[in-house]
């Protein structure tokens, strides 16, 4: 069965601390891995997809990595904005996604 | 292009009742998918339709079912609510075809809240 593990669970950042966010995974025939971001109440929003080991994707403060067993979103120089909970999911041969449970960011001003 | 649209977006039912929610995706999507998410199971794949066929399902009891229609709008059915069900329930679209990873875009989703 496919298993998606997100960590931390929850991170706290000032505004301009950059960190990162882990996602590891096993799955069956890894189609490509999502990072998806949401905010509370709202639907999940997409993010970055990465195919293959080895391939980085960038977008403004947000940089997505993927190896042959996990991926990172790194954030660098965050502000409150950035603030939401991150999402990693993994795409299988049957094309069915599978979510792990998420980091919640929080960046103080 | 507009994104994907779900009704209604809140619903209060109570125990016993059932109820369906609506999806319609993005335009030229084909596939449609629909997943329930609580604080602590988290999103949770239900099932996903390409061109009005059941192509995955999750596993959730029958209580659950959905059909697509031939404009790939999608409904979901949610029978003999049980409190358990209080969820937000979100749907995504994507184009559902060919050897390239297939991108999902979410919708706003429907709260449900089971008294």
């Known amino acids: 069965e496919d298993q998606v593990t997100q960590s931390p669970e929850a991170l706290r950042l000032q505004e301009g601390e950059s960190s990162s966010l882990n996602c590891s995974y096993t799955?069956?025939?890894?189609?490509?891995l999502f990072w998806y971001r949401q905010d509370p109440g709202k639907g999940p929003e997409f993010l970055f997809t990465?195919?293959?080991a080895g391939e980085e994707k960038e977008k403004e403060r947000l940089k997505a990595t993927l190896t042959k067993k996990e991926s990172f979103l790194h954030i660098t120089a965050p502000k409150p904005e950035d603030s939401a909970t991150y999402l990693c999911?993994?795409?299988?041969?049957?094309?069915?996604?599978?979510f792990g449970a998420g980091t919640t960011v929080t960046v103080r001003a | 292009k507009a994104g994907v649209t779900q009704t209604p977006r809140y619903l209060i039912k109570t125990r016993g009742q059932q109820v369906t929610l609506s999806c319609s995706p993005i335009?030229?999507?084909?596939?449609v998918s629909w997943y329930q998410q609580t604080p602590g199971q988290g999103l949770q794949f239900l099932f996903e339709?390409?061109?009005?066929?059941?192509?995955n399902k999750g596993n959730f009891p029958g209580r659950f079912s959905g059909r697509q229609f031939s404009n790939s709008r999608s409904e979901m059915n949610v029978s003999t609510l049980e409190l358990g069900d209080s969820a937000l329930y979100l749907c995504?679209?994507?184009f559902g075809v060919g050897s390239s990873t297939d991108t999902q875009y979410f919708g706003p989703g429907t709260r449900l809240t089971v008294l």
């Open positions: 995504a679209s994507s």
């Open positions: 799955v069956s025939g890894l189609r490509g």
């Open positions: 335009s030229g999507h084909r596939s």
């Open positions: 990465l195919y293959s």
């Open positions: 999911a993994v795409q299988a041969a049957d094309y069915k996604l599978s």
């Open positions: 339709y390409f061109s009005e066929t059941q192509r």
